[in-house]
């Protein structure tokens, strides 16, 4: 049974314009960020105390479209994709700036950015852009306790025909990764989800695929990492 513990209210501030796409991490210490689009403003950030008390003023994080993980010192990392790329900022749990708004990698826009903070203090990021012109490819990207990329993105995705997209990503009690996405065409009909396990070395084995129902379509997986190592994940089937 769930029960709710605190009801935390409206996050944003102004409640006049489009406030669109939320995102939220927690830190070690109960503190979480809450982070998110504003229509034709720049990305708003919000503090919170572990009893839904904000912690100071909204703050400004620059344009584009947000993401946030907190890593284990409970720092909290910020990933915007702009139409030039994926670029970081770095938050300590009080709020106080650690690092400026810095771009990291450069190529296009980097869709359905998904950012995850690693054991090692580092950072693994997940995106989907068009590598060819038979459609998206799904990349990662690791990235050091600096905030700098860690050579070239990886693309995950072996078939390489119509659209991988809306990947999500998980890191394994081993120290690996677990990536999921939608795939179009690859096993028959519509979209299936996929998934593949890698590391700083690159991909392991070959990929998955997680649904055994293969009529109709299966899109937009989510996927957890439990305690013994195993893995979950979850999608939208229609």
């Known amino acids: 049974e769930l029960n709710l513990v605190t009801a935390c209210g409206t996050i944003n501030?102004?409640?006049?314009?489009?406030?669109?796409?939320?995102?939220?991490?927690?830190?070690?210490?109960?503190?979480?960020?809450?982070?998110?689009?504003?229509?034709?403003?720049?990305?708003?950030?919000?503090?919170?105390?572990?009893?839904?008390?904000?912690?100071?003023?909204?703050?400004?994080?620059?344009?584009?479209?947000?993401?946030?993980?907190?890593?284990?010192?409970?720092?909290?990392?910020?990933?915007?994709?702009?139409?030039?790329?994926?670029?970081?900022?770095?938050?300590?749990?009080?709020?106080?700036?650690?690092?400026?708004?810095?771009?990291?990698?450069?190529?296009?826009?980097?869709?359905?950015?998904?950012?995850?903070?690693?054991?090692?203090?580092?950072?693994?990021?997940?995106?989907?852009?068009?590598?060819?012109?038979s459609g998206s490819d799904v990349l990662g990207l690791f990235i050091d306790e600096e905030g700098n990329a860690l050579g070239e993105p990886i693309i995950v995705n072996t078939f390489r025909e119509g659209n991988q997209s809306r990947p999500r990503h998980a890191s394994l009690a081993n120290g690996s990764l677990i990536v999921v996405w939608d795939s179009l065409g690859q096993d028959g009909e519509l979209f299936g989800v996929h998934a593949r396990l890698l590391n700083k070395d690159g991909p392991i084995g070959s990929e998955l695929r997680v649904n055994e129902d293969v009529t109709g379509s299966h899109r937009e997986p989510s996927v957890f990492a439990r305690s013994d190592g195993?893995?979950?994940?979850?999608?939208?089937?229609?």
């Open 13 to 133: 501030t102004d409640v006049n314009t489009w406030e669109t796409g939320p995102k939220v991490a927690a830190a070690g210490n109960g503190n979480f960020m809450a982070v998110w689009s504003r229509e034709s403003n720049p990305v708003r950030g919000q503090l919170f105390s572990s009893a839904c008390e904000k912690l100071g003023p909204e703050f400004d994080l620059g344009r584009g479209s947000p993401n946030v993980t907190a890593d284990e010192n409970g720092d909290f990392w910020i990933a915007l994709a702009t139409s030039t790329g994926i670029a970081l900022s770095k938050y300590a749990n009080d709020g106080e700036p650690l690092m400026a708004l810095t771009p990291v990698y450069g190529n296009s826009f980097p869709a359905g950015l998904s950012v995850t903070a690693l054991s090692d203090g580092g950072l693994f990021a997940t995106w989907y852009t068009a590598q060819d012109v």
């Open 230 to 238: 195993s893995f979950v994940v979850s999608w939208t089937q229609s």
